[in-house]
């Protein structure tokens, strides 16, 4: 434990009041809101230190909901995505109210199970310039939409691009007893087998790469609100 000259020492860990959960550099943590009617703040733990009346501090990284982004929350978002911010603030420990796992993207979309504490990223954020990084994103389907995790995309043996089934008149409940799936533009060879409901970890052809600010946003004029 290091000790510093303003009586501050650092601290290995934290243990949050009332469970048996331990803290540590690195970890994510869920953060009480100061109106309770909101959804927890997630942050990740840069360091945990007291001070020489052992209040304990954390200094956190913040991870933005995509509604408290600049463009706001699209269509495409998950549920549990997240974008990790250049924004830091030190915080008393005391606000801790339990633990959470950030997964990669990729980590998330092989999840079995997604539990409350399970979110995703894919996103930094800058919070003064509303910036995305990376700027561009892969779009899909025939409605150029970049994959949400939380929608059920089949992909198509001819081209490999990935569809909603509803862009492609079927129901979600049809496509998941489809065996094959060929989308529209292509011809009727039905060789390979199917892929369902997985993302192209390894993708055969590039996905159609678009900028972030304008992905998925519709192209027509005449649109009705989202
Ligand atoms: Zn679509
Ligand atoms: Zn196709």
Redesign the pocket.
Same mark, same amino acid.
């Given at each position: 434990m290091a000790k510093t000259n303003k009586g501050r020492k650092d601290l290995d860990s934290y243990n949050i009041k009332g469970t048996n959960k331990t803290v540590r550099a690195g970890d994510c943590v869920l953060m009480r809101p100061s109106d309770s009617d909101k959804p927890p703040y997630v942050a990740r733990v840069e360091k945990i230190e007291a001070d020489h009346r052992n209040n304990v501090k954390v200094k956190v990284r913040w991870y933005y909901r995509p509604e408290e982004s600049m463009g706001g929350r699209r269509q495409f978002h998950g549920a549990k995505e997240l974008f990790l911010s250049d924004h830091y603030d030190v915080q008393s420990a005391h606000t801790i109210e339990g633990k959470c796992v950030v997964h990669s993207f990729k980590n998330y979309t092989k999840l079995e199970n997604v539990g409350a504490e399970d979110y995703f990223c894919r996103f930094e954020y800058k919070a003064a310039t509303g910036g995305f990084t990376p700027d561009r994103v892969a779009v899909? %389907?025939? %409605?150029e939409?970049p994959y949400n995790p939380d929608d059920l995309m089949v992909q198509c043996e001819g081209c490999k691009d990935w569809?909603?089934p509803? %862009?492609m008149g079927m129901t979600i409940e049809q496509a998941k007893k489809l065996e094959h799936f060929l989308c529209s533009d292509c011809s009727s060879e039905d060789d390979g087998k199917p892929s369902m409901n997985g993302f192209p970890v390894s993708p055969i052809s590039e996905p159609k790469m678009v900028s972030y600010k304008t992905a998925g946003l519709p192209t027509l004029d005449f649109q009705g609100s989202i």
């Open positions: 899909y %389907c025939k %409605c939409m569809f909603h509803t %862009c």
